[in-house]
């Protein structure tokens, strides 16, 4: 039976690269999503969740993943994603998605807030400076 080759990537590494995976199971904005090697090429959207996958030995290894995109094509599947943690313990995997992951993005979406007010403000000092030259 043929094998897939996993490859989780974040931004500024290659976090995880498996050869000799039978099986994967995502999290997507639709629901849970297993991809099997004879599976068609695709792309799905990820939302902060857990990735499980199966070895050839049917070891399950689990990785928490932030949002992110998958593509699978023939036997390759990368995913791509801000964050990864990797771990043997769901309930602490999914706990750290909880907690590191949607707050980071709460913070993330605070910081975008206040460099809004800082642009708007600064667009409009701009424009008075506009106004007042001859």
Known sequence: MPMMTLKVLLPY???????????IVVETVHGSFGLL????????????????FTDDEQNEAFVALDAGVLVKTGLDVTI???????????????EAVK????????????????????????????????????
Do not use: W, Y
């Not at 599976?39 to 857990?50: E, F, K, N, Q, S």
């Open 13 to 23: 590494e290659v976090f995880v690269n498996e050869a000799r995976v039978s099986r």
């Open 37 to 52: 090697p004879q599976r068609l090429d695709c792309v799905a959207a990820l939302v902060p969740g857990i990735l499980v």
């Open 80 to 94: 791509s994603v801000r964050q990864a943690l990797r771990g043997n313990d769901l309930a602490c995997l999914h």
């Open 99 to 134: 907690e590191q992951f949607i707050t980071q993005d709460a913070q993330e979406e605070s910081m975008r807030a206040a460099m809004a007010k800082l642009e708007t403000g600064f667009m409009q000092r701009f424009a008075a400076l506009q106004d007042r030259s001859p």
